[in-house]
């Protein structure tokens, strides 16, 4: 895992760590302190950083996202060192009939809402 965020800290990268309290927590807790580092750098806006006893060059655009699914057996409560890294957002299932509607809409259509659900409707039986 330390070379992995070492990458992400000097190319810059974006990454997103699905299901993230599935790791074990004795990992989490060393994470945690990278992850620490690394968001007190781009804070101060340093090139440079210290990364497990070597100076690396650091590349502030680099970013980390974690998605949780905490209902499941096997699921760990992240420590609260590392819960407050991250801001929370939760995420529910998109209501596909509103977003065609209002596509429907901006594109001039007046019966939009009727539209939508036959869209939604006819999508939903193609999948099956």
């Not at 299932?93 to 409707?121: M, N, T, W």
Request: glycine share 4%; net charge positive.
């Amino acid at each position: 895992m330390s070379k992995f965020f070492k990458g992400l800290a000097t190319c810059g990268a974006w990454s997103c760590f699905d299901e993230f309290n599935r790791i074990e927590l004795s990992v989490l807790s060393v994470i945690s302190q990278i992850i620490i580092v690394m968001q007190g750098a781009i804070r101060e806006s340093k090139t440079e950083i210290a990364f497990e006893d070597t100076m690396i060059k650091f590349n502030k655009e680099c970013a980390i996202f974690i998605t949780m699914n905490p209902q499941f057996i096997g699921r760990y409560d992240l420590p609260d060192n590392l819960k407050s890294l991250f801001r929370p957002v939760s995420m529910i299932i998109p209501d596909s009939a509103l977003i065609s509607e209002i596509h429907l809409y901006s594109f001039g259509f007046l019966q939009a809402k009727p539209l939508a659900r036959k869209i939604v409707r006819a999508f939903r039986l193609a999948k099956q």
